[in-house]
C-alpha cells in the first residue's frame, strides 16, 4: 500500500536485489492502483515460480494470509521470513472485534511461521527477533535487518502544505505520527500535553498525524472525550491520511516528536524524526528504545509529569535540544541512511544463498 511502512520495505528491498543484479518480482493477494505495475497478483496453482531451490522466497510477515502460509508450505525455494510484528489482539478487544480476531489469528500464524523447517528470519528489530524465538524460530537463524524506508525518496522532496504550515504558527508543535490505533498511546500523550500546558506553554499544541479505520471509530471517539475531559479539545490537531507533502510540513513544523506507543514492532516514524532533526520524547516500551538507541530523551516508566518537564527542557534549551537534534540525525546516517540498509540487506541474502 502507499506509504505504508511494511509496504514501503517491500519495495525497498526488491530495489535493493535488482539494482545489485537480481532478477526480483513482488507477489500480492490484493494490490493498491499505485502499486499496480511493480507488482504481479499472486497464483499458487499455475505459477511455476515457487518450484526452483535456486531461488529465494522473501514471505512478509504481518498478520495472518491463508494464501501466505500456503504458499510458505508450497515453496521449494530458499525462504526467507521477514518479520514485522503483530499488535497484541488486547488493544483491540474494546474496539473492534474484527481486528481483535485478525490480531489473535495473526499471532496464532506467527507461532506457526516461527517453525518452518528450512526458514531464515530477519527482524525488523531484535525485539521482534526474540518473539520469534519464543514462538519456536532456531536463534541461529534470526537475524536483525531494520525495514526499508522512502524518507529520502518521497517525503524529504514532497512540496511544502502551506495550510498545514500556516495553522501551526504559535505555541510548541507536539508532534506524534502514528495509525489512530488504540495502542499508539494517544491517551497517554494527552495526559502529557495537559501537564506541560499547566507547567508552561499554554498554547501549545498535540498534532496527532495517522491514518484512519473505519472499525477503529470508537478510538478516535475516546481520543476526542479524553482531550475533552483534560480541558484540551481545543489544542488537539488529528489529521488522518496526511499526503507526503503534509507529513514533511509537519515535521518541520514540530518542535519536538512525542512517541507514547506501548507496542512498536520498530517504529519508523522515529526514523522520520531523526532525519528532520526533530528532538525525540519517548516512552522505552517494545523496540522504541532500541530503534532510539540514543538519540532520543527516553523514558523507562510512563509519569506523565517527567515527560511533561522533559518537553519543557526541550523547547527552552535549544541547546539540549540540538544536541540530540544531532544524535538523532548522526543515527539516521550510521544505522538507517538506505545505503546502511542495503548494505546489511545484501549480507543477509549472500549468507540465505551461501548457507541455504
Known sequence: MPYDAIGNDVLGMADCFQNAGYQTTIFAQWIAPARASVSRRIDLESDATWSCPEDILIYHHALHWEVGEALLAKARTKVVVKHHNVTPPAFYQRYSEYLFRACQEGMEATRRIARHPRAWFWADSSFNAAELVRCGAPPERCRVAAPCHRIEEELASAPLDNTVLGRLRGGTNILFVGSLRPHKGHLKALEVLARYRDLSDRRACLLLVGGSDPDLRLYEDDIRARAGQLGVERYVDITA????????????????????????????????????????????????????????????????????????????????????????????????????????????????????
Open 241 to 356: 491520511g496526511a499526503s507526503p507533502g503534509q507529513l514533511r510540513s509537519f515535521y518541520l513544523a514540530g518542535d519536538v516528536f512525542l512517541c507514547l506507543s506501548e507496542h512498536e514492532g520498530f517504529c519508523v516514524p522515529l526514523v522520520e524524526s531523526m532525519y528532520f532533526r526533530l528532538p525525540i520524547v519517548a516512552w522505552a516500551t517494545t523496540a522504541v528504545k532500541e530503534t532510539c538507541a540514543g538519540a532520543g530523551m527516553v523514558f523507562d516508566e510512563f509519569k506523565a509529569g517527567s515527560l511533561a518537564e522533559c518537553l519543557d527542557e526541550c523547547v527552552e534549551n535549544p541547546a539540549w535540544a540540538l544536541e540530540f537534534a544531532d544524535r538523532g540525525r548522526r543515527r539516521y546516517e550510521e544505522v538507517f541512511r538506505p545505503e546502511a540498509i542495503r548494505r546489511r540487506l545484501l549480507d543477509l541474502l549472500a549468507e540465505v544463498e551461501e548457507m541455504g
